[in-house]
Every structure is written in structure tokens, then in C-alpha cells.
């Protein structure tokens, strides 16, 4: 990955995927806004000390996905610096996991609320910042369970497809200004997530990867930090699966 001095967005930034997206992008001279839930010291000294390491700056910037209010907040004060926005990983997102009668309305409004509207909202207002810049590249994570209708995934999986559709028709409306956006759709991962699914859930994933393992954090980073950088010019509206070989 080339490193141009760019600055990036990536939300979920504290754990998992987000933290090793976050990991990677700074190792190669990236600035970043990494994006937490809430206000957290033990996350700002760690920023903090990865900045220093690889001489950029990180600017940790809190709101919650559930509130319409503090991520308008949160990205305005982002924007109002008036530096390019070169990346967004819109990484963070909520699991759920319960057969169709079982999924209550209200969860069903937390998981979109989460996974899918706030995910809009953040593409909406940075992709207009990439429009005056006329360049760009957004991220959007996904899952397989978006892809392969398994039992249990009414609210996560559905969500998760939603955000696969928008990434195809985001990436045809912006592409004349120069913006790519795809999604990647990891399998399993090592995060506090992958680890939290049912222990049979986990063996029948593993026992179906031919890989035959969970895959880890930095190998969904790598191929997040690829589809940003230049390397991936000609790729846009794709989703990728990151599953070991589902
Ligand atoms: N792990 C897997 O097997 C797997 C597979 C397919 C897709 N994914 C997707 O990968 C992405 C990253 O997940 P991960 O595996 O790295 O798990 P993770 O470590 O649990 O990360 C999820 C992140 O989302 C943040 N988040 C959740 N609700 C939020 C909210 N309301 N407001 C702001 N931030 C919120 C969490 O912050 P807090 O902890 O502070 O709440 C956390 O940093 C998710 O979108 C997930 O759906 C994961």
C-alpha cells in the first residue's frame, strides 16, 4: 500500500477489525479519525502511542451509531477541519442471532439502526466531502451471513445485505466523482464478536472453511488497507468475502 499522506475515517476503531484496520493503515503513514463508541483513556493512550510510532496523527472521535444526533456531531467535527477525507471504513456494527419468531421488532430497529441506517448517514455526509475533493474511497463492512441465508439471521444478516445492496448503487451514483466504494464480507473472525457466537456455530464455520480455521483481524485489515489504496483503482461496487473459503 502506498503511502500519500492521506487521512482516513474508520469507525469501530477501539476492538477487532476496526483496531487492526486502524493498526495497518497508520503503519503505512495514513492519519486517522478512529471512530469509538464512547469516550475511553485506555483507547487514547494506545492512539496516541501508535501515532508516535509511525510519525502520523490519530484523533479518536466518539458517538454512538444508535443516535442520529451524535454522529452528525462526530463527523462535523471531523469535516470542520477541512482536510481531504481520502477513506472511510464504516467497520463497526452489532451481532444478533435468533430465528425469524423470535426476532423482536425492537431488535430488528437497534440491529438497521446500527448496521445499516447509521451506516448510510456516515456514507451521505463523507462522500459529499469526497465529492468537492473528487476522489475517494469508502469501505463498508458486511458479512457472509449477508450473503448465505443461514438460520438465525433474520436481523444481522438482513442488515448486513442491506449494506451490500447500498455499496453497489452508492458505487454507480459516485463514481463520475471519482469515488470507489466497495464492501468486504469477512466469515469468521478472532474479535469479541467471532469469539461470542455459539461454540457449535464456530465449529460448523471452521468445519465448513477449507481452510478449516477463523481467520484473524489483520487478515479482514489487509484487504480493507488494499481496497483504499491505489492498487485497487480499477475495483469498485464489489463485494469481498474474506472467509477462509466459505
Ligand atoms: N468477527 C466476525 O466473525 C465478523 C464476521 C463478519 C462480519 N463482521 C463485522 O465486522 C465488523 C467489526 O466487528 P469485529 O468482528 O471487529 O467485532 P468487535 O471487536 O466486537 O467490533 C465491533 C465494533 O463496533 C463498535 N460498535 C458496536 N455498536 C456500536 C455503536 N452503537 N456505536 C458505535 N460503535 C459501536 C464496537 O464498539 P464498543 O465495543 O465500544 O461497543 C466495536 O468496536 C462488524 O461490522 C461486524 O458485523 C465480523
Not at 181 to 197: C, D, Q, R, S, Y
Request: glycine fraction near 8%; include cysteine.
Amino acid at each position: 500500500m502506498e503511502n500519500l499522506k492521506k487521512n482516513a475515517i474508520v469507525t469501530g476503531a477501539r476492538t477487532g477489525i476496526g483496531h487492526a484496520t486502524v493498526e495497518k493503515m497508520a503503519s503505512v503513514g495514513i492519519n486517522i479519525w478512529a471512530c469509538a463508541h464512547r469516550k475511553d483513556e485506555e483507547f487514547e493512550k494506545d492512539m496516541e502511542e501508535l501515532a508516535k510510532r509511525h510519525h502520523i496523527w490519530i484523533e479518536p472521535v466518539y458517538f454512538d451509531l444508535e443516535v442520529e444526533s451524535e454522529i452528525k456531531q462526530g463527523l462535523r467535527k471531523i469535516i470542520a477541519k477541512r482536510l481531504s477525507v481520502d477513506i472511510l471504513v464504516n467497520n463497526a456494527g452489532v451481532p444478533h442471532g435468533a430465528l425469524l419468531q423470535m426476532t423482536s421488532m425492537n431488535d430488528l430497529k437497534k440491529v438497521f439502526d446500527v448496521n445499516f441506517f447509521s451506516q448510510i448517514l456516515i456514507m451521505q455526509m463523507v462522500s459529499k466531502v469526497m465529492m468537492r475533493q473528487r476522489g475517494g474511497s469508502i469501505i463498508n463492512m458486511v458479512s457472509v451471513a449477508g450473503i448465505d441465508s443461514d438460520a438465525g439471521y433474520t436481523a444481522y444478516g438482513s442488515s448486513k445485505a442491506a449494506l451490500s445492496f447500498a455499496t453497489k448503487v452508492a458505487s454507480k451514483e459516485l463514481a463520475s466523482y471519482g469515488i470507489r466504494i466497495n464492501a468486504v464480507a469477512p466469515g469468521l473472525v478472532e474479535t469479541k464478536m467471532g469469539m461470542a457466537m455459539d461454540e457449535t456455530y464456530k465449529k460448523m464455520m471452521v468445519e465448513q472453511a477449507s481452510l478449516k480455521r477463523m481467520g484473524n483481524p489483520k487478515e479482514v485489515a489487509d484487504v480493507i488497507a488494499f481496497l483504499a489504496s491505489e492498487e485497487a483503482s480499477f475495483i469498485t461496487g464489489q463485494i469481498w468475502r474474506v472467509d477462509g473459503g466459505l
